[in-house]
């Protein structure tokens, strides 16, 4: 016996996607253009690494330049031997120009140093920060009477700057030279 088959007709389903298609339309450029804004406002650190402290410490004794940012002065030290200068901080242009001199100096010294270690105390601002490696990055020189950008130290890592000493939190008039 025989059992008659019933053929089931099914109808073709079509896929609509017009939702989707809106969703990208709008999705799309939102990304590319978040991406480009989030892109501008990073900041690129270079911090040191553990083969780096290795192989600085099977050479000889190089540069490592220190500035330590603190409430009322800016020092600049090299790691090894000690304080460099001594410039202290205020709101005049006068004491960044100082600041931006020592640091040409030491540039021309070492012409081949491109990094520089900022300590900072715990109660200095972001802006501050911003502020130093902005004049630590760069310098504006005047050369024939026109102005040219210098790169000092473009390499920058960020610490913790060490405890004052006693003989160190004395009020200091003007700049320290070992």
Do not use: C
Not at 16 to 22: H, Q, S
Not at 137 to 155: H, Y
């Amino acid at each position: 016996m025989k059992f008659p088959r019933r053929r089931q007709l099914q109808d073709a389903v079509e896929l609509n996607i017009t939702a989707f298609m809106n969703l990208m339309v709008i999705l799309v450029p939102f990304l590319l253009i978040t991406a480009v804004f989030s892109r501008m406002t990073v900041l690129e650190l270079n911090l040191p690494s553990l083969d780096e402290a290795q192989k600085n410490s099977q050479e000889e004794l190089d540069l490592s330049l220190q500035l330590i940012v603190r409430e009322n002065s800016l020092d600049i030290q090299d790691a090894n031997l000690g304080l460099i200068r001594r410039v202290e901080r205020s709101t005049g242009n006068e004491n960044w120009k100082t600041f931006t001199q020592v640091l040409i100096e030491i540039k021309t010294r070492f012409p081949e140093e491109q990094s520089i270690t900022l300590l900072l105390e715990p109660g200095i601002s972001y802006k501050t920060m911003i502020e130093v490696m902005d004049h630590v990055r760069s310098a504006e020189v005047v050369q024939l009477a026109s102005l040219e950008t210098v790169e000092l130290f473009p390499d920058i890592s960020i610490g913790d700057a060490p405890a004052l000493t006693v003989m160190e939190a004395e009020p200091v008039s003007g700049a320290v030279q070992p």
